[in-house]
């Protein structure tokens, strides 16, 4: 016997903490913007079994949601990111697990030198 997999009852977007909230089963829930770009479930940031570290994306925003059936999001990022699918499943996992995932992300940036922060932030010209 399988469990059933929880569907959340409310999803808000939080624009100026950059957090998406969630309940699943009457908990409340909020995930960073940040935290939903750089664990993606897409292959594109998840690679063929070896993830791709995503590094700048700590000012990252939300620019829509959409939903997949009755089973997941598609979310659209501000830096163009949107071929991730997020199951109702890998939702609730983030949720629990955002501590945990959180810390190796930040362990695995150390690591490799990077930054949250973006090399560059906005463009600028001279006249």
Not at 15 to 38: I, W
Not at 50 to 64: C, E, S, Y
């Amino acid at each position: 016997m399988t469990t059933p997999i929880s569907t959340p009852t409310e999803i808000k977007l939080h624009t100026e903490s950059k957090e998406m909230e969630l309940v699943f089963d009457g908990e409340h829930y909020r995930l960073s913007y940040e935290l939903l770009r750089v664990l993606s479930p897409s292959a594109e940031v998840q690679g063929h079994g070896k993830p791709i570290l995503q590094t700048g994306k700590r000012f990252v925003a939300i620019r829509n949601l959409e939903p997949v059936g009755n089973y997941a999001l598609k979310i659209t990022f501000d830096d163009g990111h949107n071929s991730g699918l997020y199951s109702w499943q890998y939702l609730h996992k983030l949720c629990l697990e955002k501590d945990v995932l959180w810390n190796d992300y930040l362990e695995q940036l150390q690591q490799a030198g990077a930054k949250r922060e973006p090399s560059m932030i906005g463009t600028w010209k001279a006249d």
